[in-house]
């Protein structure tokens, strides 16, 4: 198993603005995935950010609106862009861990709100 | 990519035993079944994973029939704390994506 930090838990930003969101993990992992969520609906993956290499971006996302960074096995960011009010919603990341390649283990989320 | 079906919703009442299928139609022959558990405000929670027959762990049983076209959730003796959305995922980690889940109410 993995336990995860995200930061921050939640935030109200302004239109315009950009949000960089945090995750640690207490052991090294390989793949990192970071998963949108709004009110009421299920998760999106946004991307899959592996060490060493570029993330890879799910149909609709796009790396300019949500830039990711994985300077090493235990950390990754995410970071909104110029944020509308659409952007509101729940990220949330996950790990899979090695050994237990099915199973992804996830953080308890940023809930933000864009006004 | 293998694609789940499961119920949007159900009901069940505290002590009764609850069982969520799932079916999982194109699913490969190296894929695992794996379950887990939302509530409110949290990240998903992984219940169990299985690939064939039947596992069962502290907080499940896992029911996978001979064809893998299927599996069941089964929920012992539920009290109002599994009012949670279940979630059936196919795959590897990095091949899995959410479905739409079941949101399971636990009445007392």
């Known amino acids: 198993s993995a336990v995860i930090s995200q930061k921050p838990s939640r935030d109200i930003c302004q239109r315009g603005t950009s949000l960089t969101i945090q995750c640690q993990v207490d052991?090294?992992?390989?793949?990192m995935f970071w998963y949108r969520q709004q009110p009421g609906q299920s998760l999106t993956l946004i991307a899959t950010?592996?060490?060493?290499?570029?993330?890879?971006?799910e149909s609709g996302f796009v790396i300019d609106k949500f830039p990711i960074s994985r300077p090493n096995l235990t950390f990754s960011t995410l970071t909104v862009s110029n944020m509308s009010p659409e952007d509101s919603s729940i990220y949330l990341c996950?790990?899979?861990?090695?050994?237990?390649?099915?199973?992804?283990?996830f953080g308890a989320g940023t809930r933000l709100s864009v006004l | 990519l293998a694609k789940t079906t499961q119920p949007i919703s159900m009901d069940s009442y505290e002590g009764q035993e609850v069982n969520i299928t799932c079916s999982h139609n194109?699913?490969?022959?190296?894929?695992?079944i794996t379950w887990y558990q939302q509530f409110p405000s949290q990240g998903p929670r992984f219940i169990i994973q299985g690939y064939k027959t039947k596992v069962t762990n502290e907080v499940a049983s896992l029911f996978i029939p001979a064809d893998r076209k299927s599996s069941t959730l089964s929920l012992p003796r539920v009290s109002l704390s599994d009012t949670a959305v279940y979630y059936c995922?196919?795959?590897?980690?990095?091949?899995?994506?959410f479905g739409a889940g079941t949101r399971l109410t636990v009445k007392p």
């Open positions: 950010a592996n060490q060493g290499s570029e993330a890879t971006y």
């Open positions: 194109n699913i490969a022959t190296n894929d695992y």
């Open positions: 996950s790990v899979g861990t090695p050994g237990e390649g099915n199973i992804q283990y």
């Open positions: 995922l196919v795959g590897e980690a990095r091949d899995m994506r």
């Open positions: 052991s090294q992992v390989t793949m």
